[in-house]
Every structure is written in structure tokens, then in C-alpha cells.
């Protein structure tokens, strides 16, 4: 479309953006208060991961409804909602006397953050094409990271003061809202021609795509589920400081994301993706094997900058083949392939930390990110298409 890249409401579309991939992660520097609050309960050390994680579960079970709706009913409605519902179930925490109470809200904060990733993501692929989409879906892997810096950050400074002033971090969902009722307005739906075949969906190739992302977000999970951890049991016990690690990797990812338009001009989507796994091999690697502080720092601004690149990656090179008409299911399917593994990945790395132990988790962790890389090698060298 032949429109300013960043207007009104493409600037309201990034802002929305911004709550969705790090929303789990924002009670991340929490984790130890909540558990220590909540002691005498069995099982806390992985209920307290589930706190962080439980919307995941509320995304996998309401994305595709979330898809479904925004094709047929548009995307606007979806939108306000899913941000309001945000703010007021995200902050809901802070005043929770319970687990169970912590729980109910972080459910519908999945709700919410299932229909607003699907909607962000869909009406992105509706305003821009050809480079312009790339562009402005770098832009969008960028606000996702920089929303994961400040609240990352936010809710390690008020974790300092209580475990539940990490939550008070959600209540930015309603000042954003402002310019979401204000600027988005839906695009005219997409017309069949009379006569024509019915779309179909490219389904092989979206659960390829899919897939990637499963694997991709249960092992980049292990920074926000289990870096607190790693870093308290080298003595390192402030909230802030775990906070402060974590956001590493947002940063980068920013920086990355951001470049993603230009990187995808040289290079095929398949050798974006050897890249960024690779790289984040490495970082994984430096996390593993630290002995310091600083080299966490560094392992999570590594591993950081390559996954910037998977996220807009992923979604152009899926939405390039999705008809117009269904990009609310496809936004759909991949918001829950996401958020099946953050779920994940407290599960997966509970088990595999007690039998080898949290550095070598992240060894472990890099292993996986290698053979991922190897694999896309594998593609592109054969020049294969990964849906046949």
C-alpha cells in the first residue's frame, strides 16, 4: 500500500506490539520473592515457573478462536479488547492473596495476549507488503524487545520494593489503549471474485513454521525462567541485577530486529534463520559455561541478537504464502505455536536440570539451537522447499 511506513496508527500498532512476546517474562525478576512468599506450598518450585508461564497455556487454547473471529468480524474489535483485558488482568497480581487468585489472572491475561499478538500480527501483514512488510515486521520484532527491556527492567525495580509490584508493570496496557480507540481502524476485507476457487491454506508449510517456533521459544525461555536461578546459585541476589540480565537479550534483539528489512534483501529466509540460530548457539554456550556476572550479561546479549531476527523472519516468510483471507488463522496458529512453547519450556527444563544440572541446561540448550542451524543449512543448500 502506498502509505507512511510509521503513521498514527501503524505507531499505535507497534505500541500494542510491544506487550505481547515478553508478557510472561515481565514477573520474570519476581520469581524467587513469589516462591519464598508461597513456601509452604508442595510443589512451589515448579508452581512458581507456572506463574510465569500459565498464560501460555490460556494463548495455545484462544489463539485459533482469536483467528477466527478477526477474519470474520475484523480486527479492531479484537484489539481493544484483547488490550484492555491485558492491563486489568496483568495488574490483577498485585493484589492476589493467593496462588489460585495468581492463576485465575494469569489466565486471562493469556486470553488477552492471544487475540492481541494475533490481531498485531495479522493487521501488519494487511497495511504493508513487498519490503515495506519486511521493514515494518523487523519494527515489530524491535517493539516486541524494546517492550521486554522496559518492562523487564520496570518490574526488576519494583521487585526490589515487593514480588508484587512487578505486576503494577501491566497498567501501561491502558495508557496504550488510548491510541489503540483512537488511530486503528480495520482495512477492507478481502472480496472473492465470483467464480473463483476457495483459499487454501498452505498447511504443510505452516506447520513447518510452526514448529520452529515451538522449539525456538522453549529453549529462548530459559533466559526469563531459569537466568534468576543461575544467577542466585553464583551469589548474585537482587531482583534488579536478574532483571538487568535478561534485558541484555531484549536489547539486542532490538538492534537486530531493526535490521532484519536490509539482512532480508542479501539473504533467503532460510539462511536468516542458519544465522540467528547459530548465533544464538553461542550466546546459550557463554550462559552454560559462565563463571561470572558479565559473561552472563554477554551470553544473553548474544543469544538476544539472533533470536531479533527469528521472529519477523518467521512471519514474513509464512505470510508470504497465506491468502489474504486467512491470515487471521495463520496469525492465529503461530501466536499459539509461541506461547505452546514458553509453556514448555518450565517443563522441559525443570526435568533436564534436575538430571544434569542448570549450566548444563543451557549446554544442552545450545546443542538443540546447533542442529536447528544445521538443518536450515541442510535447506538451504539443497534449495529445498520445506512445505513439499
Known amino acids: 500500500m502506498n502509505k507512511p511506513l510509521l503513521d498514527a496508527r501503524s505507531l499505535s500498532l507497534l505500541a500494542a ?9 515481565t514477573i520474570a525478576p519476581a520469581l524467587p520473592g513469589i516462591r519464598d512468599a508461597f513456601h509452604d506450598t508442595p510443589g512451589i518450585v515448579t508452581l512458581v515457573g507456572l506463574v510465569m508461564t500459565l498464560p501460555s497455556l490460556a494463548v495455545i487454547l484462544t489463539a485459533g478462536l482469536w483467528g477466527v473471529f478477526i477474519d470474520r ?16 488482568s496483568g495488574a490483577s497480581g498485585a493484589i492476589a492473596v493467593s496462588l489460585e487468585q495468581l492463576f485465575i489472572g494469569r489466565a486471562l491475561l ?9 490481531v498485531t500480527t495479522a493487521l501488519a501483514i494487511d497495511l504493508f507488503s513487498g519490503a515495506e512488510r519486511e521493514r515494518f515486521s523487523g519494527y515489530q520484532g524491535a517493539a516486541m524487545s524494546l517492550g521486554g527491556i522496559l518492562f523487564l527492567l520496570a ?11 512487578a505486576f503494577l508493570v501491566y497498567l501501561v496496557a491502558l495508557l496504550i489503549l488510548i491510541p489503540v480507540v483512537l488511530f486503528i481502524r480495520d482495512v477492507p476485507k478481502v472480496v472473492m471474485a465470483a467464480g473463483s476457487a476457495p483459499s487454501r491454506m498452505p498447511w504443510a508449510f505452516l506447520v513447518f513454521q510452526c514448529s520452529i517456533a515451538v522449539v525456538v521459544m522453549i529453549v529462548f525461555y530459559l533466559i526469563p525462567v531459569k537466568l534468576a536461578f543461575l544467577l542466585r546459585d553464583m551469589g ?13 537479550g531484549t536489547l539486542t534483539g532490538v538492534v537486530s530486529s531493526l535490521t532484519y528489512g536490509r539482512v532480508r534483501r542479501s539473504l533467503s529466509a532460510a ?22 556476572y558479565w559473561q552472563i550479561i554477554a551470553g544473553s546479549a548474544v543469544q538476544g541478537f539472533g533470536i531479533g531476527f527469528v521472529m519477523p523472519n518467521g512471519m514474513v516468510w509464512l505470510m508470504s504464502r497465506v491468502p489474504a483471507d486467512m491470515r487471521g488463522r495463520a496469525s492465529g496458529f503461530v501466536t499459539m505455536a509461541v506461547y505452546l512453547g514458553q509453556f514448555l519450556s518450565p517443563l522441559v527444563a525443570g526435568p533436564t536440570t534436575l538430571l544434569v544440572g542448570l549450566p548444563m541446561t543451557y549446554v544442552a540448550a545450545a546443542g538443540v539451537m546447533t542442529a536447528m542451524a544445521g538443518w536450515m543449512a541442510v535447506i538451504v543448500v539443497r534449495g529445498a522447499r520445506p512445505a513439499s
Open 236 to 248: 548474585v541476589d537482587r531482583p534488579i541485577l536478574a532483571g538487568v540480565a535478561v534485558a541484555a
Open 110 to 118: 493469556g486470553v488477552a495476549v492471544g487475540g492481541t499478538m494475533t
Open 271 to 292: 539462511m536468516i534463520y542458519a544465522m540467528a540460530f547459530s548465533i544464538m548457539a553461542v550466546g546459550l554456550l557463554l550462559i552454560g559455561t559462565a563463571t561470572s
Open 73 to 88: 468480524f475484523g480486527r479492531r474489535p479484537a484489539m481493544i479488547v484483547g488490550v484492555a483485558l491485558f492491563g486489568i
Open 17 to 25: 506490539t510491544s506487550l505481547t512476546v515478553m508478557a510472561n517474562a
Open 155 to 165: 518490574g526488576g525495580a519494583l521487585s526490589e520494593w515487593s514480588w508484587r509490584g
